[in-house]
C-alpha cells in the first residue's frame, strides 16, 4: 500500500505591514470584526496591541501574589518549627515566638518566591521555550525582528473562512497576505 503525502494544514494568514501604526489600526479592525485567534508580531513594543488582541494580563500579578504569600508563609513556618517546635532556646529571657525577629528572613523569601513565581509564570503563559512556531514558515516573516510588523489570523478561529478572511485582511492595505502552514 503506497502513502501518498498530504497537503501541509492551514495554520491561518499572515499580514505584513511598514509601521506599528497600520499594525495597531488593523488590529482594531480585526478585533472589531470579532477574529478571536489573533496575535501580532513586531520588532518593538507598539503600546495597545497587546490589550487590541485580547490578550490577558491579569494572570501574572495573581501568580506574583500567589509566590509572594507562599513565601511569606515558608519563611514564617519554617522559623516557627525551628525556633518554637523542634529548638526551643531561652536566648535572654525572650520569649520562642520572637517573630520580629523573624523578619528579614520572612521577606527574603517572600521576595524569593515571588521573583521565581514571576520567572515560572511568564514562561508558562508565554509557551517558552517555543524552538518552532509555524509563522516561520512565512518566507517574510524573518523581518518581524528588523523593520516588519505582522498580523496573525489563525484559521482554529471561529469566524476564520479562507477566502473571506483573506479578502477581509486585503481591505487593511498590507504588503502582503500569506497563507501560513503548519
Same mark, same amino acid.
Given at each position: 500500500?503506497? &502513502?501518498? $503525502?498530504?497537503?501541509?494544514?492551514?495554520?491561518?494568514?499572515?499580514? #505584513?505591514?511598514?509601521?506599528? *501604526?497600520?499594525?495597531? #489600526?488593523?488590529?482594531?479592525? @480585526?478585533?472589531?470584526?470579532?477574529?478571536?485567534? *489573533?496575535?501580532?508580531?513586531?520588532?518593538?513594543?507598539?503600546?495597545?496591541?497587546?490589550? *487590541?488582541?485580547?490578550?490577558?494580563?491579569?494572570?501574572? !500579578?495573581?501568580?506574583?501574589?500567589?509566590?509572594?504569600?507562599?513565601?511569606?508563609?515558608?519563611?514564617?513556618?519554617? &522559623?516557627?518549627? *525551628? &525556633? @518554637?517546635?523542634?529548638?526551643?532556646?531561652?536566648?535572654?529571657?525572650?520569649?520562642?515566638?520572637?517573630?520580629?525577629?523573624?523578619?528579614?528572613?520572612?521577606?527574603?523569601?517572600?521576595?524569593?518566591?515571588?521573583?521565581?513565581?514571576? /520567572?515560572?509564570?511568564?514562561?508558562?503563559?508565554?509557551?517558552?521555550?517555543? !524552538?518552532?512556531?509555524?509563522?516561520?514558515?512565512?518566507?517574510?516573516?524573518?523581518?518581524?525582528?528588523?523593520?516588519?510588523?505582522?498580523?496573525?489570523? #489563525?484559521? $482554529?478561529?471561529?469566524?476564520?473562512?479562507?477566502?473571506?478572511?483573506?479578502?477581509?485582511?486585503?481591505?487593511? &492595505?498590507?504588503? #502582503?497576505?500569506?497563507? /501560513?502552514?503548519?
Amino acid at each position: 500500500m503506497a &502513502q501518498t $503525502a498530504s497537503a501541509p494544514a492551514l495554520y491561518g494568514l499572515l499580514a #505584513e505591514f511598514d509601521s506599528g *501604526t497600520a499594525l495597531l #489600526e488593523a488590529a482594531r479592525r @480585526v478585533s472589531g470584526a470579532g477574529y478571536t485567534k *489573533t496575535d501580532g508580531f513586531s520588532p518593538l513594543p507598539v503600546h495597545g496591541l497587546a490589550e *487590541t488582541l485580547g490578550f490577558n494580563e491579569h494572570k501574572i !500579578p495573581g501568580i506574583i501574589l500567589a509566590g509572594g504569600i507562599t513565601g511569606l508563609l515558608t519563611g514564617y513556618g519554617l &522559623q516557627y518549627w *525551628t &525556633q @518554637v517546635i523542634a529548638y526551643p532556646e531561652n536566648i535572654g529571657g525572650r520569649p520562642t515566638l520572637s517573630w520580629v525577629s523573624w523578619i528579614p528572613p520572612m521577606f527574603e523569601l517572600t521576595v524569593l518566591f515571588a521573583a521565581t513565581a514571576a /520567572v515560572i509564570g511568564m514562561l508558562s503563559l508565554n509557551g517558552l521555550p517555543a !524552538p518552532y512556531h509555524p509563522v516561520f514558515n512565512a518566507p517574510r516573516f524573518k523581518f518581524a525582528s528588523q523593520d516588519k510588523f505582522f498580523l496573525l489570523i #489563525e484559521a $482554529a478561529d471561529p469566524k476564520f473562512k479562507l477566502d473571506e478572511t483573506r479578502a477581509f485582511l486585503a481591505s487593511l &492595505q498590507p504588503r #502582503e497576505v500569506v497563507a /501560513v502552514e503548519e
